[in-house]
């Protein structure tokens, strides 16, 4: 494992998922792998950064499998100007592939669930450079079934009551679309369940698959 890690490179990201899998086959219960864990952190400069990826993800998997359910979730992503970094590093130097790459990450960490639920809705927020354009492009291509793009200037024009004091995308700056997007998810009331809502920035500075840990916490 290399020391570093390179969070565009999409191989380092599945032997992290990798490494998870072996320690959830080898600290099958939460107290034992809460040990390991506590010893590589202590000693943190000992240890690549994709074991320390690697046991987060085994936590929140493990977490997420201890939760009641049923339960569906939310991700919301805001867009502006992610035109060059949603496409692949093979379409342009700066393509990260962010929108297949959460896909997969959540793939992973609700692989094997059957009540526990997850939507991913990123939202445009007036990008020049038709960043949703792009999303629905890759999603239709794709056939993502629970990804959709929002675009914050339909619900200006269409008058919801989250987007009352916005005249324009340009009123707005990250926060209109965060909201926007947030309350688009939850006006799908779900009454089979609890529905957890969260956002992410777009791109891959935080594997969404720790998400686990987070609804551990809420629960």
Known sequence: IPLSM????????????D???LLLDLYPLEDELERVSSRIVNEHRKYPVILHLALKLALSKQSLKSISAPIFNSFIVAMYNEHNRIRTNIEHPAGEDFLRRKVSQLNWLFEGEIDKNWELIFVDDGCPEKSGD???AIIQQENFNNVRVLFLADGIEEGASVTKDLYSTSDSQKGGSIQYGMWSAIQEHRRDGRHIVFFTDSDLS???AQAGL???QLE
Do not use: V
């Not at 390179?6 to 998922?17: G, I, N, P």
């Open 6 to 17: 390179d969070l565009t490179d999409s191989e380092q990201e599945r032997q992290a998922f």
């Open 19 to 21: 490494i998870s899998e």
């Open 134 to 136: 792009i999303a629905t």
């Open 206 to 208: 935080t594997n969404i």
């Open 214 to 216: 987070l609804l551990n």
